[in-house]
């Protein structure tokens, strides 16, 4: 099924949505900087924490921008269950996961292939099942991919990486292997992150997520648990490379690349090699955050926000040495899910910018990082009125979506 919608790109949208900026030209974008002229921030509305001020200016509530790009949305399928990652594969066509277990293949032209065979079971209740893959970086040679899951266990579940070899009829995955086991297992069914990433280095980069429990939230503080961490590991063997930071300390997991993670479900790196990350926070504190080798980013002893209960955050604070500060944070949250930055030709005004899935507000979020603070926001899609699941460029330079839901789509966003 392919259904195909003309947009002016947001212009609109923000006026309807009743969001504006006193603006000043920056490349093709209308923008105003909130750290050198008075605007109107695109968000208004009362925050969850509004006692608690940001550490910098631009933190939080960057100021609207509207770009002028028009685009064009097309569904190019329907009828996928809860997708949860898309991955272009050079030849344009679509590697899709669905949370219950199954990775299809999608074409161009959006015909729905079947189930892949050779995948192993996942636990698929709650926030768990099939949830990322990844391409290797010489896939067109050796047809490698990787995916992560929730993997039941004895003793519980958790978040696992496998990889195997896509056979040449696209049917089945062959030479499977498991390659890492976030431990320890647990047993519910939420926060498992979850979200792969290859690095400029061809290390493989997996985020996870402390597994929401009281019980279990101070081990992302706690170097002999992988949760709550960033992991990065050699693809070939699921080891720990040599150069991890903590590899050689005692007591301390030798995958583990940062520390003081909630629930890290959007991971991309940028043109220059660096790895962002947006984190799925408290009421009030979702983050963005520029992952560096050995850094704690908080959680949950320095945090923005509050419990989803309107209760505090039991003994954090919002900053102290030794921690790192969220290069921005939106209060209210978004519920922030995927994310790319787009380095394509199709559409030259967004080049650098960072796309990332809002599934609280139902839109697709852009932003203008620059030098190293978010310079402007736009939030795109309100009409579609889906939760954007995950966001990825393809080889053609456009963007590809897919929707949280049991009848999910798969988008194309490419110039009208």
């Given at each position: 099924?392919?259904?195909?919608?003309?947009?002016?790109?947001?212009g609109l949208?923000?006026?309807?949505?009743?969001?504006?900026?006193?603006?000043?030209e920056?490349n093709q974008?209308?923008?105003?900087?909130?750290t050198?002229?008075?605007?109107?921030?695109?968000e208004?509305?009362?925050?969850?924490?509004?006692?608690?001020?940001?550490?910098?200016?631009?933190?939080?509530?960057?100021?609207?921008?509207?770009?002028?790009?028009?685009?064009q949305?097309e569904?190019?399928?329907t009828?996928?269950?809860k997708?949860w990652?898309?991955?272009?594969?050079?030849?344009?066509?679509?590697?899709?996961?669905?949370?219950?277990?199954r990775?299809?293949?999608?074409?161009?032209?959006?015909?729905?292939?079947?189930?892949i065979?050779?995948?192993?079971a996942?636990?698929?209740?709650?926030?768990?099942?099939?949830?990322?893959?990844a391409?290797?970086?010489?896939?067109?040679s050796?047809?490698?991919?990787?995916?992560?899951?929730?993997?039941?266990?004895?003793?519980?579940?958790?978040?696992?990486?496998?990889?195997g070899?896509?056979?040449?009829?696209?049917?089945?995955?062959?030479?499977?292997?498991?390659i890492f086991?976030?431990?320890?297992?647990?047993t519910?069914n939420?926060?498992?992150?979850?979200?792969?990433?290859?690095?400029?280095?061809?290390?493989?980069?997996?985020?996870?997520?402390?597994r929401?429990?009281?019980?279990?939230?101070?081990?992302?503080q706690?170097?002999?648990?992988?949760?709550?961490?960033?992991?990065r590991?050699?693809?070939?063997?699921?080891?720990?490379?040599?150069d991890?930071?903590?590899?050689?300390?005692?007591?301390?997991?030798?995958?583990?690349?940062?520390?003081?993670h909630r629930?890290v479900?959007?991971?991309?790196?940028?043109?220059?090699?660096r790895l962002?990350?947006?984190?799925?926070?408290?009421?009030?504190?979702?983050?963005?955050n520029?992952?560096?080798?050995?850094k704690?980013?908080?959680?949950?002893?320095?945090t923005?926000?509050?419990?989803?209960?309107?209760?505090?955050i039991?003994?954090?604070?919002t900053?102290?040495?030794g921690?790192?500060?969220?290069?921005?944070?939106?209060?209210p949250?978004?519920?922030?899910?995927?994310?790319?930055?787009?380095?394509?030709?199709a559409?030259?005004?967004?080049?650098?910018?960072l796309?990332?899935?809002?599934?609280?507000?139902?839109?697709?979020?852009?932003?203008?990082?620059?030098?190293?603070k978010?310079?402007?926001?736009?939030?795109?899609?309100?009409?579609?009125?889906?939760?954007?699941?995950?966001?990825?460029?393809?080889?053609?330079?456009a963007?590809?979506?897919?929707?949280?839901?049991?009848?999910?789509q798969?988008?194309?966003i490419?110039?009208?």
């Amino acid at each position: 099924m392919k259904i195909t919608q003309n947009l002016v790109a947001s212009g609109l949208l923000l006026a309807v949505l009743g969001f504006g900026c006193k603006s000043t030209e920056d490349n093709q974008d209308t923008v105003a900087t909130n750290t050198t002229n008075a605007c109107t921030p695109l968000e208004t509305r009362t925050a969850n924490s509004p006692d608690q001020k940001p550490a910098f200016a631009g933190q939080t509530r960057a100021c609207a921008m509207t770009s002028t790009t028009a685009f064009q949305v097309e569904t190019l399928a329907t009828g996928l269950e809860k997708p949860w990652a898309v991955e272009p594969l050079p030849n344009g066509t679509l590697l899709v996961t669905e949370k219950p277990g199954r990775l299809r293949i999608v074409s161009a032209t959006g015909q729905v292939g079947p189930a892949i065979n050779g995948l192993p079971a996942v636990d698929p209740r709650g926030q768990g099942g099939l949830l990322d893959v990844a391409l290797s970086p010489s896939f067109s040679s050796d047809r490698t991919i990787y995916w992560s899951f929730t993997e039941p266990r004895a003793d519980g579940n958790g978040t696992s990486v496998a990889r195997g070899v896509l056979s040449q009829n696209n049917q089945a995955l062959e030479q499977v292997q498991v390659i890492f086991r976030v431990t320890p297992s647990y047993t519910n069914n939420m926060h498992y992150g979850s979200r792969i990433a290859f690095g400029p280095d061809n290390m493989l980069y997996l985020t996870t997520g402390e597994r929401s429990d009281l019980a279990t939230r101070p081990q992302a503080q706690q170097m002999n648990s992988h949760l709550g961490k960033i992991m990065r590991i050699n693809p070939a063997t699921g080891a720990a490379p040599q150069d991890n930071p903590f590899v050689n300390q005692s007591g301390s997991k030798p995958e583990i690349w940062s520390v003081g993670h909630r629930n890290v479900q959007s991971a991309a790196f940028d043109q220059n090699g660096r790895l962002w990350v947006v984190e799925m926070g408290p009421q009030g504190g979702d983050e963005l955050n520029l992952v560096e080798k050995g850094k704690n980013y908080g959680w949950p002893l320095v945090t923005y926000g509050e419990e989803y209960s309107g209760a505090p955050i039991p003994n954090a604070v919002t900053q102290k040495a030794g921690f790192e500060q969220p290069v921005y944070y939106w209060d209210p949250v978004i519920a922030p899910s995927g994310a790319q930055f787009y380095t394509g030709s199709a559409f030259p005004e967004w080049r650098g910018n960072l796309f990332v899935g809002n599934m609280k507000d139902r839109r697709l979020v852009r932003l203008k990082i620059e030098n190293g603070k978010v310079t402007g926001e736009e939030h795109m899609l309100a009409d579609k009125d889906k939760r954007i699941r995950d966001v990825r460029q393809g080889p053609d330079g456009a963007l590809y979506l897919v929707t949280d839901e049991t009848n999910g789509q798969l988008w194309k966003i490419s110039p009208r």
